[in-house]
Structures are given as structure tokens and as C-alpha cells.
Nanobody, 121 residues
Framework: QVQLVESGGGLVQAGESLRLSCTAS????????MAWYRQAPGKQRELVATITSDGKRDRADGVKGRFAISRDIDKNTIYLQMNSLKPEDTAVYYCYAVTLGTIWAPVADSWGQGTQVTVSS
């Protein structure tokens, strides 16, 4: 079982930046894929960005040009750098790891506890 510990959420104003961190309890090179999801009140949880064990990255259309996912192998940590934040980015952000299977067909996976990001006008 992989444990995911998140940090970096908070309250910011529109236009500001924030960086979220997610540290895994195992070497992240042993994890098939990791991702950031977010869920706003009353809305479905949505995928924000992904990164695979070989470093391939992808982002949702709505955050391209503003958000970037990255990793630090030595720290077993992935990051979500969020720039030019908008009020509509307000949500609980969740770290996700797939240890068996893929993001779209997971066999074994883990979720972080979530961290609140609030963007004011």
C-alpha cells in the first residue's frame, strides 16, 4: 500500500501562484503513474494533470499554459505548480497514484487526503 502525503494548499488571490506537493511512501519510479485531481463543491472530481514512471506528462485542456506537473525522484515527490490562478480553480486537490494498471484502467491505486485551494477575486 502506498501512502500519499499532500501539502501546499491555501488561500490566495486571483493571479497569484501556488505549488502543491505530494510525497509517496515508496520510490515513485516504482509507481506506474501519478496524477492530480480536483473536486469543487457539488461537482464531479476531474483530472488535472498526470505523470508516468518514465516522465511523460499531460494536462487537462483547461489548465494548459497555467499549471505544470513535475517530480523530484530523490524526494519521492510530485508537484503541481499553479500560476495565474482563477476563482474557478477553487477546489480540493487530490494526489493519486496507480501502482498496477493505468490511470484509465487502474488495478491497484491510492489517494491522498486532499488539500484545499481557495482563490479569491
Amino acid at each position: 500500500q502506498v501512502q500519499l502525503v499532500e501539502s501546499g494548499g491555501g488561500l490566495v488571490q486571483a493571479g497569484e501562484s501556488l505549488r502543491l506537493s505530494c510525497t509517496a511512501s515508496v520510490n515513485i519510479r516504482s509507481i506506474n503513474a501519478m496524477a492530480w485531481y480536483r473536486q469543487a463543491p457539488g461537482k464531479q472530481r476531474e483530472l488535472v494533470a498526470t505523470i508516468t514512471s518514465d516522465g511523460k506528462r499531460d494536462r487537462a485542456d483547461g489548465v494548459k499554459g497555467r499549471f505544470a506537473i513535475s517530480r523530484d525522484i530523490d524526494k519521492n515527490t510530485i508537484y503541481l505548480q499553479m500560476n495565474s490562478l482563477k476563482p474557478e480553480d477553487t477546489a480540493v486537490y487530490y494526489c493519486y497514484a496507480v501502482t498496477l494498471g493505468t490511470i484509465w484502467a487502474p488495478v491497484a491505486d491510492s489517494w491522498g487526503q486532499g488539500t484545499q485551494v481557495t482563490v479569491s477575486s
